[in-house]
C-alpha cells in the first residue's frame, strides 16, 4: 500500500529532446506528489510538485502529469539539456490529518537521466 | 544561511561499533528527518521529529536512535553497526505554512557510511 514505483531505471536522450519519467502509486490516501532532482555527490532537491487537485502542473521546461484514476503521474522535461543529466526521483505522502505526514515521502527507485549534447 | 549540514562526510566502521552522524539546521525549520538512500531503492525513511522533544520511527527504525533536544540539531546513532547500514544517510528538514507541513524537504549532502 506504501510503495512509489518508478520507471525506467534509466534514460539517455538526446539535447533538445523530451525526458519521460512514470511514476505509480497504490495507497490511495497520498495527496502530495513531488520531484526531487539529485546531483552526484549532493541531497535531493525539490523540482517541482503536485496535488490531486489539477491534472497537470508546470514550471519552466518540467511538467508534472497527474492521472488519479489510474494512480499515476508523470514528469516531463522539454527541451532536455545536458545540466538536467541527474537522478530523478518521484514521491508522495499525505493522507494524515493535520499536515504533518507531507514530509514523510515515500520514493520512487529513482530513474539515472543522461543527456548528451 | 548553510542549510541543512550533516558530519561527517565519509565514515569506515567495523562490525559492531557504534557511531552518531550529526545533522544540523539553520533555518528554524520544527521538522527534521533521517533518511537513508541504497542504490536502486530510492530513499527510506529512519525516523523523523516535529518538534524539540519529540521524535517518532519511520519505515526502517531498527537499529537506529534518534534524540531532538534542540530545534536545530538532530543527531543519528547507530548502535552495534552491521553490513546492511552501509549506506548514504540523509538529513532533511520542512517548514511549516499555516501550520502545515509544507512538504518540501531540504536536505543535507549526505553521510556516506561503510561497515565492515
Known amino acids: 500500500q506504501q510503495q512509489v514505483k518508478q520507471s525506467p531505471q534509466s534514460l539517455i536522450v538526446q539535447k533538445g529532446g523530451i525526458s519521460i519519467i512514470n511514476c505509480a502509486y497504490e495507497?490511495?490516501?497520498?495527496?502530495?506528489f513531488p520531484w526531487y532532482q539529485q546531483f552526484p555527490g549532493k541531497g535531493p532537491a525539490l523540482l517541482i510538485a503536485i496535488r490531486p487537485d489539477v491534472s497537470e502542473k508546470k514550471e519552466g521546461r518540467f511538467t508534472i502529469s497527474f492521472n488519479k484514476s489510474a494512480k499515476q503521474f508523470s514528469l516531463h522535461i522539454m527541451d532536455s539539456q545536458p545540466g538536467d543529466s541527474a537522478t530523478y526521483f518521484c514521491a508522495a505522502s499525505g493522507g494524515y490529518a493535520g499536515g504533518t505526514s507531507y514530509g514523510k515521502l515515500t520514493f520512487g527507485q529513482g530513474t539515472i537521466l543522461t543527456v548528451h549534447p | 544561511n548553510a542549510g541543512v549540514t550533516q558530519t561527517p562526510k565519509f565514515r569506515i566502521l567495523k562490525i559492531g561499533q557504534s557511531m552518531t552522524l550529526q545533522c544540523t539546521q539553520d533555518?528554524?525549520?520544527?521538522?527534521m528527518y533521517w533518511y537513508r538512500q541504497d542504490p536502486g531503492m530510492g530513499l527510506k525513511l529512519i525516523y523523523y521529529?516535529?518538534?524539540?522533544?519529540?521524535?517518532d520511527k519511520g519505515e526502517v527504525p531498527n537499529g537506529y536512535n534518534v534524540s531532538r533536544s534542540t530545534t536545530e540539531d538532530f543527531p543519528l546513532r547507530l548502535e552495534l553497526a552491521a553490513p546492511s547500514q552501509t549506506s548514504v544517510y540523509f538529513c532533511?528538514?520542512?517548514?511549516?505554512?499555516?501550520?502545515?507541513?509544507?512538504?518540501?524537504?531540504?536536505f543535507g549532502e549526505g553521510s556516506r557510511l561503510t561497515v565492515l
Open positions: 521529529s516535529v518538534g524539540a522533544g519529540i521524535t
Open positions: 533555518m528554524n525549520h520544527n521538522y
Open positions: 532533511a528538514s520542512s517548514s511549516t505554512s499555516g501550520g502545515r507541513n509544507t512538504g518540501e524537504l531540504f
Open positions: 495507497n490511495t490516501a497520498f495527496d502530495y
